[in-house]
């Protein structure tokens, strides 16, 4: 049982950064760069720029646009968009680290 245990732990340690999420993919999947641009460098003066910034900001900030606590003239229509409405904390992270990475 122990045997068990162990290979099941040393398994889990191994592969888990085969299981991290792709924050690039993800941007593209839920659509962000639609508005905030393809690579978070927002073209349009209506949707901030998000590359660069740091990720647990953004992860942050996101939720509460999801939960509604974070209210303004955009964050309706990002509220009721399908890719943050569905959106994990894990995933909001994952999207933030990347765009954190991009310039």
Do not use: Q
Not at 14 to 24: F, N
Not at 56 to 75: N, P, Q, W, Y
Not at 80 to 94: C, Q
């Amino acid at each position: 049982m122990k045997k068990l245990l162990l290979s099941a732990a040393l398994l889990a340690l191994c592969t888990a950064p085969l299981l991290a999420l792709d924050g690039k993919a993800l941007y593209s999947e839920k659509k962000c760069g639609m508005c905030h641009g393809m690579d978070g460098n927002s073209t349009s003066k209506m949707f901030p720029s998000l590359a660069g910034k740091a990720a647990d900001f953004l992860a942050a900030e996101t939720m509460k646009i999801k939960s509604g606590e974070r209210k303004g003239r955009m964050t309706v229509a990002m509220k009721n968009n399908a890719g943050v409405k569905h959106l994990s904390e894990a995933e909001a992270l994952a999207i933030g680290e990347y765009l954190a990475s991009v310039k």
